[in-house]
């Protein structure tokens, strides 16, 4: 059973940093991709990052110049993302996910809140 633990979220204040991490476990994926998404009360869940297998990464343009994506070079399928200058629009729940290149076989975190507020 495929699981991704989520990890990192919380409260901070505008301007401030936080760090998430994911990490997926009960199968091999051998070309993958992960990523993260968040989804803000009342809206779609949105792509903020997203790294492949290859270390390919892809940033949504909120993210770009504020947040970095990164994989754990031992733990192969633990991915993080660095947030900093933080502001209300990122206050969202935060979800992992990975996707099998080949098969789109596709598998969610729980999620983690982040809340962005002085």
């Known amino acids: 059973q495929v699981q991704l633990v989520e990890s990192g979220g919380g409260l901070v204040q505008p301007g401030g940093s936080l760090m998430l991490s994911c990490a997926a476990s009960?199968?091999?994926?051998?070309?993958?991709?992960m990523g993260w998404y968040r989804q803000a009360p009342g809206k779609q869940r949105e792509l903020v990052a997203t790294?492949?297998?290859?270390?390919?990464?892809?940033y949504a343009e909120s993210a770009t110049g504020r947040f970095t994506i990164s994989r754990d070079n031992a733990k192969k399928t633990t991915i993080y993302l660095q947030m900093n200058s933080l502001n209300a629009e990122d206050t969202a729940v935060y979800y992992c996910?990975?996707?099998?290149?080949?098969?789109?076989?596709?598998?969610w975190g729980q999620g983690t809140q982040v809340t962005v507020s002085s």
């Open positions: 996910q990975i996707r099998e290149i080949y098969t789109s076989n596709t598998y």
């Open positions: 009960g199968a091999t994926f051998p070309n993958y991709v």
């Open positions: 790294i492949t297998y290859r270390d390919k990464i892809n």
